[in-house]
């Protein structure tokens, strides 16, 4: 079974600073690692994905470096922009079988 | 078009009842998830249902706990004889039957519902 810990409960940055959130897993096999974001009172609204074939995928300020060799990935977002402030939660996907692993979340607030 | 709809927003129950929390999908969607946020907590996996079947129901607790999607109408997820403990957000999601250009097959969430047990 699909393990994944994110091991910083919080993350605290300045506006224009860049953030990056870490994640962890266990098991090999995924086609995808996702990441989704969340407000409080919302649910979870889909942010990145990376494919299990490759290293780094880019959007905008957003972008997910995948190292297979440590088994992790994470998530950088440059600049920072208080609205980014939110609870990250990273889970592997598949093509077809949409059910994810989530870890615990990371809370990131951007300072103004 | 409308996005993941739950209802209710808020729930109250005593100690005993029953809560029923319904959950329609996304048009075009037929793929349904349930997910649960306890206080202080990630989300965990309950179930994956698509219409008339579970597919996967290993997060569910072994009692009190049931879900459907049937044929007509919305996805319930039934909590029978509530506990304190049961106090938390329920998030169901839903998705397509596979990712968008093979990509990865992307979850789009309701906004929860928050189940308070007296």
């Known amino acids: 079974d699909q393990q994944v810990k994110q091991n910083s409960p919080s993350l605290s940055v300045q506006e224009g600073r860049i953030s990056i959130l870490n994640c962890d897993y266990t098991?090999?096999?995924?086609?995808?690692f996702l990441w989704y974001k969340k407000y409080p009172a919302e649910g979870p609204t889909f942010l990145i994905s990376?494919?299990?074939?490759?290293d780094k995928n880019e959007d905008g300020r957003f972008t997910v470096f995948l190292n297979k060799s440590a088994k992790h990935l994470s998530l950088h977002i440059v600049p920072s922009q208080p609205g980014d402030s939110a609870v990250y939660f990273c889970?592997?996907?598949?093509?077809?079988?949409?059910?994810?692993?989530f870890g615990q979340g990371t809370i990131l607030t951007v300072h103004p | 078009n409308a996005g993941v709809m739950q209802n209710p927003r808020h729930l109250v129950r005593r100690r005993g009842q029953e809560a029923r929390l319904r959950c329609s999908p996304m048009?075009?969607?037929?793929?349904v998830y349930w997910y649960r946020q306890l206080p202080e907590e990630g989300l965990k996996f309950m179930v994956y249902?698509?219409?008339?079947?579970?597919?996967?129901e290993s997060g569910m607790p072994k009692e009190r706990f049931s879900a459907e999607f049937p044929k007509e109408g919305p996805s319930i997820l039934r909590i029978q004889q509530v506990v304190r403990g049961d106090s938390a957000a329920y998030f169901c999601?839903?998705?397509?039957?596979?990712?968008?250009?093979?990509?990865?097959?992307?979850?789009?969430f309701g906004a929860g519902s928050r189940l308070t047990v007296l």
């Open positions: 098991n090999s096999m995924f086609d995808y």
């Open positions: 990376i494919s299990s074939i490759k």
């Open positions: 249902l698509q219409k008339e079947n579970i597919i996967d």
């Open positions: 999601a839903s998705s397509p039957s596979r990712g968008h250009d093979s990509g990865a097959n992307v979850l789009t």
């Open positions: 889970g592997p996907g598949g093509t077809s079988y949409g059910k994810l692993t």
């Open positions: 048009k075009g969607h037929s793929h």
